[in-house]
């Protein structure tokens, strides 16, 4: 005969233990915090209040202010920057007809004329001729005047000056609404060659005084 010994299980329940480190047991033994916002200053608030309604009509007033100082500063600077990039294109562009003239005598070995008339330079066989190689218009506000007129290049490259025999060069002067100040003296060798002085100097070392030739 076996005898079996049964000692009683102890009861199943849910709840750890006492003293128990269990996450369930921590929930029910401490008690939810409730976090409460942190409120913003007053100072902050007002600041936020004020950039939420925008400018001030003090504020606009000093904007347009300052805004219309400063385009009253740049524009007279804008307009003379425009002058002077015209009167230095215009320069530019009389020059380069002038080398183009010399050039074109010396490839054909004849002789070629730039002619003034009306403001408009011309590159032609004779100032008569009706046919015209190269054409320069007048630029706006840029006026172009030369000492003698017409000037003829050679073909060996060196140029003379019909209405001026005694002339040792012929003399240009492009200005923009006659000021000398901001214009440029070109000067036409006999040998052919053209040199364009520093704008407002009528030689390397002497001020324009004139547009006039």
Avoid at 54 to 73: P, Q
Avoid at 112 to 117: E, G, K, M, T
Avoid at 181 to 195: C, D, L, N, P, W
Wanted: proline share 7%.
């Amino acid at each position: 005969m076996t005898l079996q010994l049964c000692w009683p299980r102890p009861p199943i329940t849910n709840h750890p233990a006492e003293g128990s480190d269990h996450p369930r047991r921590r929930d029910f033994a401490k008690p939810h915090q409730h976090h409460q916002p942190q409120r913003i200053p007053r100072f902050f608030r007002m600041k936020l209040a004020r950039m939420s309604v925008g400018f001030t009509l003090i504020e606009l007033m000093i904007t347009i202010t300052l805004l219309g100082i400063f385009a009253a500063l740049a524009v007279p600077s804008f307009s003379t920057m425009i002058n002077n990039n015209r009167t230095q294109a215009a320069s530019n562009e009389v020059y380069g007809l002038l080398q183009y003239a010399r050039g074109i005598a010396a490839q054909n070995r004849t002789n070629y004329s730039v002619c003034l008339s009306n403001g408009e330079w011309t590159v032609k066989k004779t100032c008569s001729s009706s046919e015209a190689l190269r054409t320069l218009a007048r630029a706006p506000s840029v006026d172009v005047k030369a000492s003698t007129n017409p000037i003829v290049f050679h073909g060996n490259g060196t140029a003379t000056f019909p209405n001026e025999e005694s002339a040792e060069n012929g003399t240009i002067y492009i200005c923009h609404d006659a000021d000398p100040a901001s214009g440029f003296t070109m000067i036409v060798q006999k040998s052919g060659s053209a040199r364009i002085f520093p704008r407002g100097k009528k030689d390397a070392m002497s001020d324009m005084s004139t547009c006039q030739p």
